[in-house]
């Protein structure tokens, strides 16, 4: 304030007087702005002002079907039926339960290529019962009696082509000569695969009635204790079984049964009479085709 009238002072002398005075008396004076706070924000940075990206492109991954909802009654499921997968140099054409390797790899690789997905037999059961999701190609690949070269020729085989499968077991054989041991089953079990009943002998279930419990109930419980998993379903000893036999498959617990042919359609009314279809070494690849729905 005393600079001010300092200066207010000297001026009103100039005035008066008409003497010179310093003109840098002024200059030594400047204001300082008062700063208004702007409400405009800073601008962010354009894409014309970041550096340029270059994207890295990831695989799409393969896309895996989309499953649809089958309702209960009826299903179009094939369930395909082997027995022993040999050495080309062991399978011959007139005995039907032998399939080669060439031949064998062959029909997996067609299944795999013309998209058809594996499911186990107790879904195809579930869903026949209760309806429920099926792959647009579904297929039930199973295989009887538990011979060795179905783990060391079929199961690798299959594994390679995204398969897994269903084993009917002669509950009294494992363990057996030329059949798989206890290991060799779990380890299947353990890489998706499910098992079955094919009794406990291999015994023809029409012929002697006093012996469907040990066939039928005591295979059942044995094979559930041995390997800790459900035994639901059951395939008749050389596709034979009658009235009787169904009753007392149903009694003991099983959900379902499988007997030979008839094509791919499967019916909630004939549960205990689910279709498989044999494939044998005679087939070439068009009678394969034939066993299926989608060619």
């Not at 062991?90 to 062959?106: E, L, M, R």
């Amino acid at each position: 304030m005393r600079r001010f009238l300092l200066i207010l002072s000297c001026v009103v002398t100039l005035i008066l007087t008409g003497c010179n005075f310093p003109l840098t008396v002024f200059a030594t004076y400047t204001p300082t702005p008062t700063l208004t706070p702007s409400n405009t924000p800073t601008p962010l940075p354009t894409a014309t002002n970041t550096p340029t990206q270059t994207a890295t492109l990831t695989p799409e991954p393969t896309l895996t079907p989309t499953w649809l909802y089958n309702p209960k009654g009826e299903a179009t499921v094939p369930v395909l039926l082997y027995h022993h997968v040999v050495s080309d140099d062991k399978a011959t054409s007139d005995y039907c339960y032998c399939v080669s390797i060439t031949n064998f790899q062959a029909q997996m690789s067609w299944l795999s290529e013309h998209g058809y997905t594996g499911i186990p037999v107790t879904q195809l059961v579930d869903v026949l019962q209760n309806g429920g999701q099926l792959p647009p190609k579904p297929v039930a690949i199973t295989f009887d009696d538990g011979m060795q070269d179905i783990y060391t020729i079929a199961f690798p085989i299959m594994q390679h082509y995204g398969f897994s499968g269903t084993l009917f077991l002669i509950a009294d054989w494992i363990n057996g000569e030329g059949l798989m041991n206890t290991a060799e089953v779990q380890e299947m079990i353990s890489n998706g695969w499910e098992i079955g009943s094919h009794s406990m002998t291999h015994f023809d279930l029409t012929s002697d009635y006093s012996q469907l419990r040990y066939q039928l109930f005591d295979s059942k419980h044995m094979l559930e204790e041995m390997f800790g998993v459900p035994v639901n379903t059951l395939a008749y000893p050389f596709g034979l079984f009658n009235t009787n036999v169904v009753k007392k498959v149903s009694a003991y617990g099983y959900k379902a049964a499988f007997a030979l042919g008839r094509g791919y359609i499967q019916s909630a009314n004939e549960i205990f009479d689910l279709t498989r279809e044999e494939v044998r070494e005679s087939y070439d690849m068009s009678q394969f085709i034939a066993l299926l729905p989608w060619q």
